[in-house]
């Protein structure tokens, strides 16, 4: 796959892979044209966008032609196919030859020099996996290997529901135990017994044994602040790196920041909910309002995780603890009302 948003590969990005002779593999494969006439020649396209979704995802280039090696790039030839109407013919097929449904691939044209386009088409490394095409009552399952394209064989098979069920109950059992220990306590540093909001970060990567593991530098270098935090200090731990925003003149924090070497992130603000004059009270307007400070974390966390190249799909958790009794404050409510309680 090639390490870039799909938005910002251009031609030079292709060419590269060429003059570098990068080989297909698992995550990238190339195609010298394209032919979507015949019924057998629209299930191999199915056959192979379905083996990426079922695999580590990747990137198939059309109008990409291979040398007299077999799987090594050797000119940019491209297609000559009106990019929006096969955009088009493709999107249709997979809703209807593809179940369950693959959810955010993408399809860009890239112009070359002989006037025609190279056809990217990314897939994601699917979470509602495993993919079956089903075109003309097909019923089959494929996956990938360096070697290309194969059929999953019953146990394989087998394995590929369970592990789709397991990831869910994996996820929720991590996010329970961390809220239990939260609510414990037990935190990567000292902060206030008051109301918290609680923001995490979960990359499919990191409970299907894809074995992401950052680098301590690349954290420490590009990791952002905590939720509701403008400066930070950090440390290195077993789980990764560290960032807090310690009190003035106290041995507590506010806010942290917990980048794990999988690419989970864990942030945890005690500030913005601590009771305000007595009052107990979740402010909804201005630009330091409870919406806008978690929109900028969420955005902040995101384009770091991509940054250092942590793979999507991810999915975000927001959790309030310790709100009971708080109400939902706005300058804007209709006077004679102070709120919306939290119960």
């Known amino acids: 796959m090639i390490q870039k948003p799909i938005e910002d590969i251009n031609a030079?990005?292709?060419?590269?892979?060429?003059?570098?002779?990068?080989?297909?593999?698992?995550?990238?494969?190339?195609?010298?044209?394209?032919?979507?006439?015949?019924?057998?020649?629209?299930?191999?396209?199915?056959?192979?966008?379905?083996?990426f979704a079922n695999a580590s995802g990747g990137d198939i280039l059309f109008g990409v032609a291979e040398g007299e090696e077999k799987g090594i790039p050797q000119s940019m030839e491209g297609i000559e196919e009106n990019m929006d109407e096969l955009k088009l013919k493709i999107e249709n097929m997979l809703r209807d030859s593809i179940v369950p449904r693959i959810v955010n691939l993408k399809i860009k044209g890239i112009p070359v020099q002989n006037g025609k386009n190279i056809m990217i088409i990314r897939v994601p490394r699917s979470f509602n996996s495993?993919?079956?095409?089903?075109?003309?009552?097909?019923?089959?399952?494929?996956?990938?290997?360096?070697?290309?394209?194969?059929?999953?064989?019953?146990?394989?098979?087998?394995?590929?529901?369970?592990?789709?069920?397991?990831?869910?109950?994996?996820?929720?059992?991590?996010?329970?135990?961390?809220?239990?220990?939260?609510?414990?306590?037990?935190?990567?540093?000292?902060?206030?017994?008051?109301?918290?909001?609680?923001?995490?970060?979960?990359?499919?990567?990191?409970?299907d044994?894809?074995?992401?593991?950052?680098?301590?530098?690349?954290?420490?270098?590009?990791?952002?602040?905590?939720?509701?935090?403008?400066?930070?200090?950090?440390?290195?731990?077993?789980?990764?790196?560290?960032?807090?925003?310690?009190?003035?003149?106290?041995?507590?924090?506010?806010?942290?920041?917990?980048?794990?070497?999988t690419g989970i992130l864990e942030t945890v603000n005690a500030n913005i909910l601590g009771p305000s004059n007595g009052k107990k009270q979740i402010y909804?307007?201005?630009?330091?309002?409870?919406?806008?400070?978690?929109?900028?974390?969420?955005?902040?966390?995101?384009?770091?995780?991509?940054?250092?190249?942590?793979?999507?799909?991810m999915y975000c958790f927001l959790n309030l603890i310790g709100v009971k009794g708080y109400f939902m404050h706005s300058a804007h409510l209709i006077p004679g009302r102070t709120g919306v309680r939290m119960i």
């Open 12 to 51: 030079d990005d292709i060419a590269m892979l060429i003059s570098n002779k990068v080989p297909e593999s698992k995550t990238i494969e190339y195609k010298a044209g394209i032919s979507l006439k015949k019924d057998e020649e629209k299930k191999e396209f199915l056959y192979d966008i379905s083996s």
């Open 130 to 207: 495993p993919h079956q095409v089903t075109y003309q009552r097909v019923d089959r399952f494929y996956s990938r290997s360096n070697s290309g394209k194969y059929i999953l064989d019953v146990h394989e098979l087998r394995n590929a529901f369970l592990l789709s069920e397991s990831l869910v109950q994996r996820m929720k059992a991590f996010i329970n135990d961390r809220l239990a220990r939260i609510v414990a306590g037990e935190t990567f540093v000292d902060i206030p017994e008051t109301a918290k909001i609680i923001l995490h970060f979960l990359p499919v990567s990191a409970f």
């Open 209 to 261: 044994n894809q074995h992401i593991n950052l680098s301590v530098d690349d954290i420490k270098n590009k990791s952002p602040f905590p939720l509701g935090g403008g400066s930070s200090d950090r440390r290195v731990n077993l789980e990764g790196v560290l960032n807090f925003t310690q009190l003035p003149g106290k041995s507590i924090c506010d806010a942290y920041l917990q980048v794990y070497r």
């Open 284 to 313: 909804t307007d201005g630009d330091y309002s409870f919406e806008y400070i978690i929109l900028r974390s969420i955005a902040s966390c995101l384009k770091f995780l991509e940054q250092v190249n942590v793979p999507t799909p």
